[in-house]
């Protein structure tokens, strides 16, 4: 099981980034997949997640500007951030729905992306 992402930067306050992550290793088509992100002294959330059907859900402080998608042919799934606020800058993860209480999937993060909005 790998997951990579990739896409994070330096960006200034209202500007826009998207984030890719490709998975591999297990059946990405049947999974629902999370993006996380961690700040700096904080614990790491949950932001966005999308079904197999595309279905997604949103974390309250994102709604509206962060959209998730899917591709199951290639097993990626992207983060399209807009309206980027001070408050988006931490690392970037991806995984699957629940993995951060998933004996297993825990011990699978990758390497995560670096998202700083700052001017």
């Not at 402080?61 to 962060?66: A, D, L, T």
């Not at 990626?76 to 209480?101: F, H, I, R």
């Amino acid at each position: 099981v790998q997951f990579v992402e990739s896409g994070g930067g330096l960006v200034e306050p209202g500007g826009s980034l998207r984030l890719s992550c490709a998975a591999s290793g297990f059946t990405f088509h049947t999974h629902t997949i999370t993006w996380y992100r961690q700040a700096p002294g904080k614990e790491r959330e949950r932001v966005a997640t999308v079904r197999p059907s595309g279905d997604s859900h949103y974390v309250d402080s994102v709604k509206g500007r962060f959209t998730i998608s899917r591709d199951n042919t290639k097993n990626t799934t992207t983060l399209q951030m807009d309206s980027l606020k001070s408050e988006d800058t931490a690392v970037y993860y991806c995984n699957v729905a629940g993995a951060p209480n998933n004996e297993y999937w825990r011990k699978h993060w990758g390497q995560g992306t670096q998202v700083t909005v700052s001017s």
